[in-house]
C-alpha cells in the first residue's frame, strides 16, 4: 500500500527555521517525483515546487523560489520542505503528494504549520 | 503561469441532483494535462480524474470528466451525502502546475 507520511504539527516564532518531512513507503519513492503543496487557512491549494528523489532534480515555482527549500534523501524515502526564517504568513498547512506524470495520486496527511510571536 | 477558474464558487444541490463544475484556463492545457480532486474538511485532497477524463482507481462512475483546450468539465452524475466537498482542477500541462480557487459543493 502506498503511503505519504508527513512529520506533525509545529509551532515556531518569527525567524525561526524549520524542516518538515514526508517519508513514502509501498513503492520505489526514487522513482516518483513528490510534490509539495500549500493551503492557506480557509484557502485554496498552491503548489510550491517538486523533486525527483531519484537524482534530486528540484523545480519551483518562481513565487516560492528562494522562501523555502525542497530536499530528499533517497535512503530513507524521505522528501524535505524547510524554511530558513519563519513568518506569520508562512502559516498553513502544507502537504506532500506523489507525482505521476504531473497530477497527484497519492497524498500525506499534511502538516500544519503555525508561526506566532 | 495558466491561471484556472473555477465557476461557480459554491454550488448548493440536493442529494440525487447533477452537479456541473466548470474549470477554464487562461491558456490551451497541452494534451488535456488536467486534474480533478475532491477535499473534505480536515483531509488531504483526494484525486478524481486525471488527463480531464480518466477516473483515477476507486472512483465511482458518478463521477465524470470533459473537456479541452481551456474548458473543462467535472459532473457528478448524482450526488451522494458523502460528495458534498470542496472540489479543484489543477494542470499539469505547463509550468508552474496550478489550481483553479475550488468550488464548493454544499448541501441545499
Given amino acids: ?41 480557509g484557502k485554496g491549494l498552491e503548489w510550491m515546487g517538486i523533486i525527483y528523489p531519484g537524482d534530486s532534480d528540484t523545480r519551483y515555482n518562481p513565487s516560492f523560489q528562494g522562501q523555502v527549500t525542497i530536499s530528499a534523501d533517497k535512503s530513507i524515502s524521505t522528501a524535505y520542505l524547510q524554511w530558513s ?27 500544519l504549520v503555525t508561526v506566532s510571536s | 503561469e495558466i491561471v484556472l477558474t473555477q465557476s461557480p464558487g459554491t454550488l448548493s444541490l440536493s442529494p440525487g441532483e447533477r ?10 492545457v497541452s494534451s488535456s494535462y488536467l486534474a480533478w480532486y475532491q477535499q473534505k474538511p480536515g483531509q488531504a485532497p483526494r484525486l478524481l480524474i486525471y488527463g480531464a477524463s480518466s477516473r483515477a482507481t476507486g472512483i465511482p462512475d458518478r463521477f465524470s470528466g ?18 458534498f466537498a470542496v472540489f479543484y482542477c489543477q494542470q499539469y500541462g505547463g509550468s508552474p502546475r496550478t489550481f483553479g480557487q475550488g468550488t464548493k459543493v454544499e448541501i441545499k
Avoid at chain 1, 88 to 104: N, P, Q
Fill in chain 1, 1 to 41: 500500500e502506498v503511503q505519504l507520511v508527513q512529520s506533525g504539527a509545529e509551532v515556531k516564532k518569527p525567524g525561526e527555521s524549520l524542516k518538515i518531512s514526508c517519508k513514502g513507503s509501498g513503492y520505489n519513492f526514487t522513482n516518483y517525483w513528490i510534490g509539495w503543496v500549500r493551503q492557506m487557512p
Fill in chain 1, 85 to 111: 526564517s519563519l513568518k506569520a504568513s508562512d502559516t498553513a498547512m502544507y502537504y506532500c503528494a506523489r507525482s505521476v506524470g504531473g497530477y497527484y495520486d497519492y497524498w500525506g496527511q499534511g502538516t
Fill in chain 2, 19 to 28: 452537479a456541473t463544475l466548470s474549470c477554464r484556463a487562461s491558456q490551451s
Fill in chain 2, 66 to 83: 470533459s473537456g479541452s483546450g481551456t474548458d473543462f468539465t467535472l459532473t457528478i452524475s448524482r450526488l451522494e451525502p458523502e460528495d
